[in-house]
């Protein structure tokens, strides 16, 4: 696990009364299912069952073959679903900024007893978390240069001239959506892309396309892990990242929003459901530079579509 190599040895902090107990309860609730028993737990036979036992893979499944359907149906049926969706959609957002608003009394309340009982023991863990998540998300956002270059024909330099101001927005204010101004004219401008395809592309992409799920779940798993003293191992591990990859597609488009698919994840792994709030209360450093990935990837996937559609490119000089 990563987080042995905490620098000075950094000592686990002291958990709360029980936490240990129920770490361990939660670890050892039996074996892992074998792969053919967990695809098949991938099908819903109660839809509603699964949402509310918060089963996300068997919900978003369910969801994608929904959506499917409805796309097929005809067409006052499909506007009268779809138009019942959005609007559930805008309510349920509602409902989600007013828990976000409320979250961080709930996490200082959290912390708080915890940071008292465990002194600067927490400091090592925690900065060393946010050091291993920002670099990371550093080197993902590196290898998209050349990732772009090879699958979307664009030069390094120009793609990094071209992604540069939305880059420094999302850095600025922590939001893909806030950046996505910047993303159209550096798609546009920068990269001389088609309308057709930035118009599309890059504002699906910011509300759904979050590369930097996979690694920010992951290592906010094995913090917890390491934290809670629950070893994870690669299967686990891979539940996350391979979650990640689907549930952000979901995730509400409201600061912090994404933790909140991890609850039922982490139940599922063995891990405290508590552990989210220690995460959301040291994101801030964090979602910056996962904000910067995350827009960097939208604009490497509208280059990529945009090769793929057969738009003019500029030539490759840069």
């Keep these: 696990m990563v987080f042995t190599l905490l620098p000075g040895g950094a000592a686990r902090p002291p958990l709360p009364a029980g936490a240990a107990e129920a770490a361990g309860e939660l670890a050892s609730g039996g074996a892992a299912p074998d792969f053919g028993t967990w695809l098949t737990s991938l099908i819903p036979t109660n839809p509603v069952a699964a949402a509310a036992n918060g089963a996300m893979l068997p919900l978003v499944l369910f969801t994608l073959l929904l959506a499917l359907a409805i796309a097929r149906s005809g067409g006052a049926t499909r506007d009268t679903l779809l138009g019942f969706f959005r609007a559930l959609s805008e309510a349920m957002l509602v409902m989600v900024r007013w828990v976000v608003a409320v979250a961080p009394i709930g996490v200082f309340a959290l912390v708080l007893p915890l940071a008292a009982r465990s002194g600067a023991g927490v400091v090592g863990g925690v900065g060393f978390y946010i050091l291993v998540y920002s670099l990371a998300s550093l080197v993902v956002i590196l290898l998209l240069y050349p990732a772009t ?80 003293g629950v070893p994870l191992h690669a299967r686990e591990l891979a539940t996350v990242a391979f979650a990640a990859v689907f549930l952000s597609f979901v995730g509400p488009g409201v600061p912090r929003g994404a933790w909140l698919l991890l609850t039922p994840l982490f139940l599922a792994i063995g891990l405290p459901a508590e552990g989210i709030g220690i995460l959301i209360a040291v994101d801030a450093i964090p979602d910056l530079f996962a904000t910067v990935l995350n827009v960097t990837g939208d604009l490497s996937a509208a280059a990529i579509v945009a090769r793929g559609a057969g738009a003019d490119r500029p030539p490759l000089s840069g």
């Design 149 to 228: 270059a090879i699958a979307g024909g664009i030069p390094v330099r120009r793609f990094a001239r071209a992604v540069l101001p939305a880059q420094l927005v999302a850095f600025a204010s922590s939001s893909s959506i806030a950046s996505l101004p910047a993303l159209v004219e550096g798609a546009e401008r920068g990269l001389e892309m088609p309308e057709r395809v930035s118009g599309f592309v890059l504002p699906f992409a910011a509300s759904t396309f979050k590369i930097a799920a996979p690694v920010s779940w992951t290592i906010g798993a094995l913090f917890v892990g390491w934290f809670y």
